[in-house]
């Protein structure tokens, strides 16, 4: 996890520090589009299954959620990025999200000495 979180630090460090660029607003606002992803595929999908509480849910709705909306939602009312920019990131995010378990698993496997 740390892995994962230095990730997105680092995305949105590159995409909010130097030089501007116009692709750097689209680093911070990708990392947005993983934020709100992840609330709505693994979390929220996965409390209705088990119906009750799944880990990571409140988290996902209370901290994900509204952070998400708002880096996005400001980035496009400061023209940091366009409406269809915006929607060129969600597939890019999409693409994070998916690559998530495998960095989890590989650092799983790093950590304790091999798969199990």
């Known amino acids: 996890m740390v892995v994962i979180s230095g990730l997105g ?3 949105v460090t590159v995409g909010t520090t130097g030089r ?3 692709w750097k607003p689209y ?13 709505a595929l693994p979390h929220v999908p996965a409390a209705l299954v088990a ?6 849910l409140v988290t996902a709705v209370g901290l994900n959620l509204p952070i998400g909306l708002a880096v996005l939602r400001s980035a496009v009312r400061e023209s940091a990025i366009s409406r269809r920019g915006l929607l060129r990131t969600m ?3 999409l693409g994070v999200l998916a690559c998530a378990p ?15």
């Open 9 to 11: 630090v680092a995305a």
């Open 20 to 22: 501007p660029a116009a």
């Open 27 to 39: 680093l911070p606002a990708g990392m947005a589009g993983v934020m709100l992803l992840n609330v």
């Open 51 to 56: 119906r009750g509480y799944a880990p990571g």
């Open 91 to 93: 597939p890019v995010a």
């Open 102 to 116: 495998l960095t989890v698993a590989a650092a799983r496997a790093v950590s304790v000495g091999g798969p199990r």
